[in-house]
Nanobody
C-alpha cells in the first residue's frame, strides 16, 4: 500500500485546511485509516482515525470539535477537515493505514503503512 498525502499549507490561526490521503497499490477498504502529526522536536502523535467500515471515528482531545476525519472507500481516500486551526496544530501530518483498530492508544510503532507527510503551518 502506498499512501500519498496532500493539502498541507500555511494558514493564519482560525483558518481551515483539508488534507487528503490517497491510497494505491491495493484497496484499503478493510483497513482502519488515521492521521498522525509530528511537531518539530516532538514525537509523532495520534490525531484522528476512522474504522474500516466508516462507522466510527476517534479523535485526540486536542482536536475534538475542530477536526473531522472521513473516508471514501470507492476512491480509496481518507480526508481530514481541520477548522479553527491554532498555532499548536503546526506539524507534519502523516496518514496511516493499519489492519488493527487505530485510536489514541494504538502504538505508533505498529502502524502498517505511512504516507510521506504534509506540512501544516499555522501562524498567530
Amino acid at each position: 500500500v502506498q499512501l500519498q498525502a496532500s493539502g498541507g499549507g500555511s494558514v493564519q490561526a482560525g483558518g481551515s485546511l483539508r488534507l487528503s490521503c490517497a491510497a494505491s497499490g491495493r484497496t484499503v477498504s478493510n483497513y482502519d485509516m488515521g492521521w498522525f502529526r509530528q511537531a518539530l522536536g516532538k514525537e509523532r502523535e495520534f490525531v484522528a482515525a476512522v474504522r474500516w467500515t466508516g462507522s466510527s471515528t476517534s479523535y485526540a482531545n486536542s482536536v475534538k470539535g475542530r477536526f473531522t476525519i472521513s473516508r471514501d472507500n470507492a476512491k480509496n481516500t481518507v480526508y481530514l477537515q481541520m477548522n479553527t486551526l491554532k498555532p499548536e496544530d503546526t506539524a507534519v501530518y502523516y496518514c496511516a493505514a493499519d489492519r488493527g483498530r487505530v485510536d489514541a492508544t494504538y502504538p505508533v510503532s505498529r502502524i502498517d503503512y505511512w504516507g510521506q507527510g504534509t506540512l501544516v503551518t499555522v501562524s498567530s
